[in-house]
């Protein structure tokens, strides 16, 4: 069955049931990636290892997030 088959069959149902459609198909695309996490998670760790001696300066949040 085909997407635009799926599509026009959920349409005939009634909103409540849309509804959890909807939803179950958001929440697949909120999934987290664990490849993706790894790899942020590897970075953070180079970034704090280059910070903590002293090799990577620090900016403050206040003038990250300041106006401009």
């Known amino acids: ?8 069959q959920a349409i005939e149902l009634k909103p409540e049931e849309r509804f959890i ?13 664990k490849k993706l996490d ?8 180079k970034r704090l290892n280059t910070y903590r001696p002293g090799r990577l300066e620090g900016i403050p949040m206040s003038e990250i997030f300041e106006n401009k």
Request: proline share 3%; aromatic share 4%.
């Open 1 to 8: 069955m085909g997407s635009k088959e799926i599509l026009s």
């Open 21 to 33: 459609i909807v939803e179950g198909l958001l929440k697949s695309l909120d999934e987290p990636d």
């Open 38 to 45: 790894k790899i942020w998670a590897e970075e953070a760790e």
